[in-house]
C-alpha cells in the first residue's frame, strides 16, 4: 500500500527549495514508487490509498489500485484501511505499507527487503535517516498497526516490529522531504517519471538585459524561452550571468510555456 495526500499539500518541506513545482514532484516520486514497486517480484498488487483524483487517475494508468481514504482520519488510519481493503481483495495476503516519495526505489532492492521482512510477523526498514520509516510489513492474518509520522523508527520497534538490517537498498530508504534530499536522490538515480519533471525545472541561463531585468534560458534540450522582470524579481536575485545553471517555474505547455520565476539552481 502506498499512501498519498492530496497533491496541494503533499512534501510541504520542499516548498522552500522548489517552489510551486512541489505538487508535480510529489506526483513523480508517487509514479516512480508504484511504478518500480509493481516492477518487484514480490509484489502482486499496489493499493494507492488518495482521495486526489488527478494522482489517482495517473496512477491507476500504472496499474495501480485506487482506495478512497474513507476514514480521513490521518496517515496511519488510511494505511490500515489500505491494508483492510486488500485483504478483503486477496484473504490472507502479506501486506506492506510504502511511502510515497521514493523516486530512485528499485525493484531488486525492495524485492531484498520484502524477502528479509517475510520471516518475521511485522517488520520495518528505517529511512535514511534513521529516524523514520519508509516501509512496514505485515505477515498473512496479521495486523499491520502502522505507526508512521515523525520518530516511526522507535515507535515500531517498541510495538513489536522487526527492524530489517540491510545494507546496500538505499533506494528503498532514500524518501525525500527536503532539497537534500532530492539532491541525493537524483544522486542514487531516480526514476523517468521525477527525471523527467526535475529536467523541466532546470535550465542554463542564456541572456540577461540588467535594465529590464528581463532576458532568457536555455532548456537542456538547446530551446530558448524567455522571462520577463516578475519571474526574475519572484527568484529574489540581484544579477543573472549568461551560463548560470538555474531552477525555473513555469505555466503551460509547448508554445504557450511562460516562465513564472527564475533562481539559482539550490536542490
Known sequence: MVPLKPLAAAKSRLA????????????????????????????ADVVVVTDDAEAGKELARLGARIVPDAPAAGLNAALAHGAREMRRARPGAAVAALNADLPALRPPELLRVLEAASV?????????AGIGTTLLSAAPDVELAPSFGGPSRARHSASGAAEIALADVESVRRDVDTGADLRTALALGVGRHTARYSARMQATAYTYDSQTRSGSVLLDDGTPVPFEAPAFDAGG??????????RIETDGEGPALRITLVTLQTF
Open 16 to 43: 522552500s527549495a522548489v517552489g510551486a513545482s512541489r505538487a508535480g514532484l510529489a506526483l513523480a516520486f508517487a509514479q516512480d514508487t508504484v511504478a518500480a514497486a509493481l516492477a518487484c517480484a514480490a509484489v
Open 237 to 246: 536575485l540581484r544579477l543573472l550571468r549568461p551560463g548560470q545553471r538555474v
Open 120 to 128: 518475521f510477523p511485522r517488520a520495518f526498514l528505517a529511512d535514511a
